[in-house]
Structures are given as C-alpha cells and as structure tokens.
C-alpha cells in the first residue's frame, strides 16, 4: 500500500522560509517522479515543482523558479521542497503526489497523493 505523508507547512512571514518533506512508504523512490501541488480556496491545482528521482532532473513553476527547491534522499524515501522568500501568492494546501508523468507538472498524470499541508504566509 503506497502511501505519502506530507510535513513542514507552518505560518511564515513574508520573505521567510519553510522546508516541506513528503515521505513515501510502499514505493521505492528512484524510479517515481515526486510531485509538488499546491491548492488555494476557490483556485485549481497548480504545478509547484517535481523532481524524476531515477536521474535527479527538477522542474519548477515560473511563479517559484529561484525560489524553491526541491531535492530528494532516495536512501530516506524523502522528498523535499526547500521555499524560500516566502511571497503572499504563496500560501495553500501543498500535497506532493508519485507516479510516472510525461508531463511533471501536471496533477492528473499522478497516481497516488498525500493529504496535504498547510502553507500561511502572513505578517
């Protein structure tokens, strides 16, 4: 049974920084791609960032290139997803998902999903 637990979200000012971990058990990362999602009330999910943890290739969002970074421990079954400055776009429900996309940033190409985490940035 795979399943992906999310952690890290928390209140952060703005220009502050967070480190999310999703932590995979049931699957073996090095061949999965990992996912980052994020949600806001009223919004559609949005492509954060993903990594093909077999060849350490990223991928981000234009709207958090340079700010976030993702990384993974194959050896922890962890991936992460380092954010820093922090804006007010930025807050929502942040899940990261596996599976084998074509296309990494985008959800529906995922087959299996954490519950999520909440992100709040506010001064």
């Known amino acids: 049974q795979v399943q992906l637990v999310e952690s890290g979200g928390g209140l952060v000012q703005p220009g502050g920084s967070l480190r999310l971990s999703c932590t995979a058990s049931?699957?073996?990362?090095?061949?999965?791609?990992i996912g980052w999602f994020r949600q806001a009330p009223g919004k559609d999910r949005e492509g954060v960032s993903g990594?093909?943890?077999?060849?350490?290739?990223?991928f981000y969002a234009n709207s958090v290139k340079g700010r976030f970074t993702i990384s993974s421990d194959n050896a922890e079954n962890t991936v992460y997803l380092q954010m820093n400055s922090l804006k007010p776009e930025d807050p929502a429900v942040y899940y990261c998902?596996?599976?084998?996309?074509?296309?990494?940033?985008?959800?529906?190409?995922?087959?299996?999903w954490g519950q999520g985490t909440q992100v709040t940035v506010s001064s």
């Open positions: 998902a596996a599976g084998f996309p074509d296309l990494v940033l985008f959800a529906a190409e995922y087959d299996y």
């Open positions: 049931g699957l073996t990362l090095g061949s999965y791609a």
């Open positions: 990594i093909k943890t077999g060849d350490g290739s990223t």
